[in-house]
């Protein structure tokens, strides 16, 4: 935006204009990327330990067969691992950014909170599409997909053996029952795989969510400002009395 001033000089015998053009100033907010990348880091770490905690008490349990396909099913342990992981690992990291940063307002350190969660999450992309995603926890699972061209996921059924030609009575009796079995299984594996996708997918979103606000909330509580969406309006109408520490 441009801003005009017009002066008018007099002078004899001619009458001079003179025009001088003012650009508008932008105030803006600097970031430090080191203090964001070490924030970033502790968050990783700390999501990383809480998990690894989470899998030596059980909380967390590895492999497809153990996919969460009724919500009403997860265990407590796991669910407070799950909202403990997801929360506190990123108050960690933007508690780190707005000390190192050492900024003492609360909305700059609260950017550098969510700054430090945005890079954090194509690090987690990364790290789950490795394979490391259970070890963050269950929820971060959701974050794992597989390209168009892999192989669909396949079910954790063994197949029964196919019998040889010289097999006695009892031997098919068995296998057909085998057989009725391992197919009725994969017909229930295919019908949960929507509702356990939809699970993951929800468990994900909700990781994601509590991460931005324990991010913005750990850079608030680095700037040293009270923690009071009052406090800017009381400062306001009593300026002498806001002490900045």
């Known amino acids: 935006m441009i801003n005009a001033r017009t002066d008018v000089l007099e002078t004899q015998p001619h009458r001079?204009?003179?025009?001088?053009?003012?650009?508008?100033?932008?105030?803006?907010?600097?970031?430090?990327?080191?203090?964001?990348?070490?924030?970033?880091l502790a968050s990783l770490a700390a999501a990383l330990i809480i998990g690894l905690i989470g899998l030596a008490v059980g909380a967390h349990l590895l492999g497809p067969e153990h996919r969460v396909v009724d919500l009403h099913k997860v265990?407590?342990?796991a669910l407070i691992f799950s909202v403990c992981g997801a929360f506190f690992?990123?108050?960690?990291?933007?508690?780190?950014?707005?000390?190192?940063?050492?900024?003492?307002?609360?909305?700059?350190?609260?950017?550098?909170?969510a700054i430090v969660w945005l890079l954090t999450m194509p690090l987690l992309v990364v790290l789950i599409g490795f394979g490391?995603?259970?070890?963050?926890?269950?929820?971060?699972?959701?974050?794992a997909g597989a390209p168009a061209w892999a192989a669909r996921e396949a079910a954790p059924f063994d197949q029964?053996?196919?019998?040889g030609a010289n097999a006695t009575e009892a031997e098919r009796t068995q296998y057909q029952q085998d057989r009725t079995d391992y197919l009725q299984k994969v017909k229930q594996w295919?019908?949960?795989?929507p509702r356990a996708t939809?699970?993951?997918?929800?468990?994900?979103?909700?990781?994601?969510?509590?991460?931005?606000?324990?991010?913005?909330?750990?850079?608030?509580?680095?700037s040293g400002e009270p923690m009071s969406l009052t406090y800017?309006?009381?400062?306001?109408?009593?300026?002498?009395?806001?002490?900045?520490?």
């Open 190 to 193: 295919r019908e949960d795989t």
């Open 132 to 143: 490391a995603g259970n070890f963050f926890g269950g929820w971060y699972a959701g974050l």
């Open 75 to 77: 265990s407590l342990t």
């Open 89 to 113: 690992s990123f108050v960690i990291g933007g508690w780190a950014a707005g000390k190192i940063a050492g900024i003492l307002h609360a909305e700059p350190a609260m950017l550098h909170g």
């Open 160 to 163: 029964p053996e196919a019998l």
């Open 16 to 40: 001079e204009t003179a025009t001088e053009a003012r650009y508008e100033q932008w105030h803006h907010w600097p970031i430090n990327w080191s203090a964001v990348w070490v924030g970033a």
């Open 232 to 245: 800017r309006r009381t400062a306001s109408r009593h300026p002498g009395a806001r002490v900045t520490v």
């Open 198 to 222: 939809r699970n993951s997918a929800l468990g994900a979103v909700t990781a994601l969510l509590l991460g931005l606000v324990g991010s913005v909330i750990g850079g608030w509580l680095a």
